[in-house]
């Protein structure tokens, strides 16, 4: 089937507005993780899902960045009173199990203009 | 403090000749290390990746090579080809329970035609 989708592929926002970025992981693939990549940068770890929870949110910046996935498969990634320094390429990345060793496959990414 | 290190921006090859990426690590909980290719303006793409329990693992024209003593792996391509070029990320899991990837900084490739 497709893999991992992100949208929007774009969005530019104004300093102190709210956004909402969307990521629909390859069917059956139980564990979600979202990734922030800044210029010059590889992607830092944000949070990860096993299933509809949050099992290792230890990578979120702070308390305006929040995820949910509520029935176990979309996820969306909210950040509220965005600032300039959010301003990044966001990736989410699937795979069948965190367990063992499997591959991480991402999405596109949804690049964040905060200005 | 960064775990995994790529210490190269940039690497020219020509065209059918070896291109050899470095990556060094300093967390000794790693012990699963992959390698992915972005194009961009897409999300990075994997590559070929090996466990602590190899020293070497091989798809095709991409050889990885993990000495894990010195805390180093390499990417070879053999032979490099125009359409290799691409930012290439090395990547390191086993530090947390999430399994989440550790990313270096990237290499550039470039392969002359």
């Known amino acids: 089937g497709a893999g991992v989708s992100q949208t929007p592929s774009n969005k530019v926002t104004e300093k102190g507005k709210y956004v909402e970025l969307r990521c629909d992981p390859i069917s059956g693939h139980t564990a979600l993780y979202w990734y922030r990549q800044s210029l010059g940068q590889g992607p830092e770890f944000l949070i990860y899902f096993q299933g509809t929870g949050a099992a290792d949110d230890s990578g979120l910046p702070n308390d305006r960045f929040f995820a949910v996935r509520p029935e176990g498969s979309v996820s969306t990634l909210k950040i509220q009173r965005t600032e300039r320094g959010d301003s990044a390429v966001y990736l989410c990345?699937?795979?069948?199990?965190?367990?063992?060793?499997?591959?991480?496959?991402f999405g596109p990414g949804t690049r964040l203009t905060v200005l | 403090d960064q775990q995994v290190k790529q210490n190269s921006p940039s690497l020219s090859v020509q065209e059918g000749r070896i291109s050899i990426l470095n990556c060094d690590y300093t967390?000794?909980?790693?012990?699963?290390f992959l390698w992915y290719k972005k194009y961009p303006a897409e999300g990075p793409t994997f590559l070929i990746s090996?466990?602590?329990?190899?020293d070497k693992n091989e798809d095709g024209r991409f050889t990885v090579f993990l000495n894990k003593s010195a805390k180093h792996l390499s990417l070879h391509i053999v032979p490099s080809q125009p359409g290799d070029s691409a930012v290439y990320f090395c990547a390191a899991s086993g530090s947390g329970s999430a399994r989440q990837l550790t990313f270096g900084s990237g290499t550039q490739l470039t392969v002359l035609p």
């Open positions: 090996i466990s602590s329990i190899k």
């Open positions: 967390n000794s909980m790693f012990d699963y």
């Open positions: 990345a699937s795979t069948r199990s965190p367990g063992g060793f499997n591959e991480q496959f």
